[in-house]
């Protein structure tokens, strides 16, 4: 068995076509399209990456960047001040923290200061509490765009058991509430789980977003599994995924590569989200 594709690349492509095409409808009814602020503190070369794709992401589909990059000396108070500025903006319907922040900064104060409305990232209790309950709301953008590119083959999540490996609040905990919504049997494999390989090699969807490149093998995948690779790591000059792609492509039914799978799908989650949260305080549908 070969492993089919899961071209994040493409559907994040297409999706965005979409965003595009619904914010220029609503533009001129409003008299200005989407705007998102996405706040970077300090020159962290990997987030640098991230806010410039985002950037160019917004440019894209229509959306007004509102960015914020700030030195690295930025105080607590300074950048409550910065968020609680953009809170009040009419312009601006989305606010994103770019993480991590310098280590003197305590990122839970601040992620609590964006108004839940513009959560754009999903992290704010209240907007972690409604996904709990089940209720609407802005939703994580990496957990979120793993359910989208479950959406894009022909698979039931009703009933199946999905895994997922690492518990981080950013992809983790939120995924698993996403799986169980839908209905899987949703198991989190963690750094203290005994015997991971036994539940992962169970699993008919397996999602792993633990942070270490290669970490799982071929011989600890069910075969016919789907397989989506949330890890970013370096290795020398190249980007692999916590997946060892070659040995696990042999087994799975379904895989995303690194880079080109879920990376894309999290920026187009973004840009949905803030054109989600537009939409909602001009009671229009997305």
């Known amino acids: 068995m070969t492993a089919q594709i899961i071209d994040g690349k493409g559907i994040a492509r297409s999706l965005q076509a979409k965003i595009a095409q619904r914010i ?7 008299g200005r399209p989407p705007g998102l602020a996405v706040i970077m503190v300090g020159n962290n070369p990997a987030s640098a990456a991230y806010v410039a794709n985002k950037e160019k992401a917004c440019l894209r589909v229509g959306i007004t960047s509102y960015g914020k990059h700030l030195p690295g000396n930025t105080t607590q ?11 009040d903006n009419p312009l601006v319907d989305g606010i994103l923290l770019q993480l991590p922040v310098p280590p003197h900064l305590d990122s839970s104060e601040l992620i609590n200061t964006i108004t839940p409305s513009k959560d754009v990232d999903g992290l704010h209790p209240v907007n972690l509490g409604r996904l709990v309950r089940g209720e ?4 994580s953008c990496t957990p979120a765009a793993v359910m989208e590119l479950l959406k894009t083959i022909p698979l039931d999540l009703a009933g199946k058991r999905a895994v997922v490996v690492g518990r981080s609040i950013l992809v983790g905990k ?3 509430l996403m799986l169980l919504e839908a209905n899987a049997t949703v198991t989190i494999v963690h750094s203290r789980t005994v015997q991971p390989q036994e539940i992962t090699k169970a699993a008919d969807i397996l999602v792993v977003a633990a942070g270490q490149p290669n970490l799982i093998k071929g011989e600890m ?3 016919g599994a789907v397989v989506i690779d949330v890890g970013i790591n370096r290795l020398g000059d190249k980007l692999v995924g916590d997946v060892d792609f070659a040995a696990v492509s042999q087994v799975a039914s379904y895989i995303t590569p690194v880079p080109g799978g879920v990376g894309p799908m999290t920026v187009t989650l973004l840009l949905q989200n803030t054109l989600w949260s537009y939409c909602r305080r001009y009671d229009t549908h997305l």
């Open 174 to 176: 939120p995924l698993a």
């Open 24 to 30: 220029q409808e609503l533009t001129p009814e409003y």
């Open 136 to 139: 609407a709301g802005l939703r």
């Open 77 to 87: 108070s300074e950048l409550k001040a910065i968020i609680e500025e953009l809170n």
């Open 221 to 223: 995948v069910k075969a």
